[in-house]
T-cell receptor, first 114, second 114 residues
Framework: AQSVTQPDIHITVSEGASLELRCNYS??????LFWYVQSPGQGLQLLLK??????LVQGIKGFEAEFKRSQSSFNLRKPSVHWSDAAEYFC????????????FGQGTELSVKP | DTGVSQDPRHKITKRGQNVTFRCDPI?????LYWYRQTLGQGPEFLTY????????KSRLLSDRFSAERPKGSFSTLEIQRTEQGDSAMYLC????????????FGSGTRLTVV
C-alpha cells in the first residue's frame, strides 16, 4: 500500500531565505506525486505534480520539486520565501488504477519570520 | 467551469442526528473522491467513485457513513447518528482518468457535532 512521510511537522524560515520541505513515499511502481498547499480554513490548492519525464518539475508561486527514485523522495523547494507562503503543505501520492485514491502525508506547517 | 463545489460550507448538528453533504465535481471529471481532515492532520481517504460506481471504500469508514453518486455527476455523503468524533472538515475532489491533470479539491464542509 502506498504511504507518505513528511518528517518535519513545523518549519520556520526568514522571509527571503530558501526553503526545502521533505517528502518520502512508499509505492511499488512509479507513483503520481503531488504537492498541495492549504491556508487556514481553506481547501487544497495544487502546487505541482509529477507523473513521468523530467524529474525536476516547476509549479505555481515559484515552487519546484525533484523526484528522486533512488531515495523515494519528492522534496519541495523555493529559492526565496515570501510572507504569503506561510501555510500548511501536503505531499501526496497516487498509484494504481490510473491514479486512484490520493494518499497524503501529515503535512508541514510553514511559518515565515519577517 | 467553477471548480468543485461543496454544500454546505459549515454544519452544526446535535449528536445523534443525521447529516448529508453534497459535492458537485468539475463537469468533465469522471472520478470523485471524499476525504476527512481533522485539525493538524492530512486529509484521510474515505471513498471514491468512477462515474456512478463506488470503486473503493476505506476500512476506517464505519457503517454510519454512506456515499452515493447516482447519475455519475454530483455526490452525497451521509453520516447517520453523528458522534462528536465525526467533527472534521469533509473534502471532496474530482479528477479525470487517468489523473494526468491532478485532483481538484473543493473548499470543504466543516462539520461540528455538539
Amino acid at each position: 500500500a502506498q504511504s507518505v512521510t513528511q518528517p518535519d511537522i513545523h518549519i520556520t524560515v526568514s522571509e527571503g531565505a530558501s526553503l526545502e520541505l521533505r517528502c518520502n513515499y512508499s509505492y511499488g511502481a512509479t507513483p503520481y506525486l503531488f504537492w498541495y498547499v492549504q491556508s487556514p480554513g481553506q481547501g487544497l490548492q495544487l502546487l505541482l505534480k509529477y507523473f513521468s519525464g523530467d524529474t525536476l518539475v516547476q509549479g505555481i508561486k515559484g515552487f519546484e520539486a525533484e523526484f528522486k527514485r533512488s531515495q523515494s523522495s519528492f522534496n519541495l523547494r523555493k529559492p526565496s520565501v515570501h510572507w504569503s507562503d506561510a501555510a500548511e503543505y501536503f505531499c501526496a501520492v497516487a498509484g494504481g488504477n490510473q491514479g486512484g485514491k490520493l494518499i497524503f502525508g501529515q503535512g508541514t506547517e510553514l511559518s515565515v519570520k519577517p | 467551469d467553477t471548480g468543485v463545489s461543496q454544500d454546505p460550507r459549515h454544519k452544526i448538528t446535535k449528536r445523534g442526528q443525521n447529516v448529508t453533504f453534497r459535492c458537485d465535481p468539475i463537469s468533465e471529471h469522471n472520478r470523485l473522491y471524499w476525504y476527512r481532515q481533522t485539525l493538524g492532520q492530512g486529509p484521510e481517504f474515505l471513498t471514491y467513485f468512477q462515474n456512478e460506481a463506488q470503486l473503493e471504500k476505506s476500512r476506517l469508514l464505519s457503517d454510519r457513513f454512506s456515499a452515493e453518486r447516482p447519475k455519475g455527476s454530483f455526490s452525497t455523503l451521509e453520516i447517520q447518528r453523528t458522534e462528536q468524533g465525526d467533527s472534521a472538515m469533509y473534502l471532496c475532489a474530482s479528477s479525470l482518468v487517468p489523473a494526468g491533470g491532478g485532483y481538484t479539491f473543493g473548499s470543504g464542509t466543516r462539520l461540528t457535532v455538539v
